[in-house]
């Protein structure tokens, strides 16, 4: 599969393929989607509202003054997919003559749909994580808070407005440097570190994060789309002999990044799944990176921590950074996995950085299929 081709192009041409089409999908469900959007969003009201705040906050009485309802970061990918509102709110109640708050409303876009692993991390697989951290890091915080969550009348995840408190996510064509890059695979190893010691003392609990969004089920969806890239007319303008070694690929790096994905190893962990841009919120103070906190768990899957680096790598950090500092940033996830590891006295094996670095290159088709 290396031989096919070459490993420095690999890195220049799907890091720059994964953005381009990840942002352009993005661009164009937003564009189109948002009168249905607003259709669905119907049911935040000054009633639903008014419940929210009683509660789960010390109001009582509480009367809504006025509120809007704003279209925040969001991914669409069919009509099961989750969207997103802000909601901003000024109130009174009982004790509170003007309140002001804000909310993320994380909403279903399918009526009847649930998505069991997402309400099940925020829920019980992040306390848990955190929990095991606290003598090691202390209160490390990984996702906004979480309010709220009802079924009625569709799946709704209420979290804290992160942007209220200083953190943003960036633009997706620009990727993220290296300083940001570095928090982000910091943050990571401290999740995936952390999970490692869950799953092996209470492997069970994690039975129904075996199977992800990689599998031979859906292997034509992937077939579908490289059928689409390599076509003769190369709709992406892409260079002549990259154009025809991804020609060549195409028949086999579907069946090789499954593979990869679904394989077995001997240290796992749980993966965030859909670790990039889009899902990481970062914070700044006085133009100091502090702080990276992490969304969307939908497509969270136990297996090789490759799943979340190599994708993360591929989609994510900008080209210049990626191309300088690629081995820092493996060397920094590393350092960071191996001192947690340690400091939780996991007893499993502990990946050496030089496995780590053999394993990208033997799976290198998982980052590119990602």
Partial sequence: FLRCLD????????????????????FEVEKTKST?????????NSLYLKNLIEGNFPENEVKIKAYSVEQSSEVI??????????VLIKYASRTTRDGSLSF???INGNPQGRNPKDRDVYEGKIPSITNLLVKCAGNIKFVPELISITQEPRE???????????????????????????????????FHAAS?????????????????????????FYQDILKKITHPSNPLQIDGMIFDKLKTLSTKIVTKGIDDYRRITPFRVLNHGDFWTRNIFFKYE????????????????????????????????????????????????????????EKLNYKGPIPTLNEIQIDILKNCALGNLS
């Fill in 36 to 44: 249905m959007i607003d259709e669905r969003a119907k049911f935040i």
């Fill in 286 to 341: 006085d133009n100091n990176l502090v702080d990276a906190l992490f969304v969307g768990f939908q497509s969270a899957v136990v297996g090789s921590p490759l799943i979340d680096l190599l994708y993360f790598l591929n989609t994510s950090v900008e080209y210049k950074t990626l191309i300088e500092s690629r081995d820092q940033l493996i060397y920094t996830y590393h350092e960071t996995l191996k001192f947690v590891l």
């Fill in 196 to 220: 490692a010691v869950a799953i092996a003392n209470d492997g069970d609990t994690f039975k129904e994060y075996a199977s992800g969004v990689l599998t031979r089920e859906n292997a034509q």
């Fill in 156 to 190: 709704v995840f209420v979290f804290e407005d992160i942007t209220a408190n200083g953190y943003h996510a960036e633009y997706i064509k620009t990727g993220l440097n290296l300083d940001q890059s570095k928090m982000s695979l910091q943050k990571l190893a401290f």
């Fill in 77 to 86: 990918a069919n009509e099961g997919s989750f969207f997103m509102k802000r």
């Fill in 104 to 106: 993320i409303v994380k």
């Fill in 7 to 26: 490993v420095s192009w690999n890195n220049f041409f799907f890091n720059k393929l994964n953005r381009q089409l990840l942002s352009e999908v993005v």
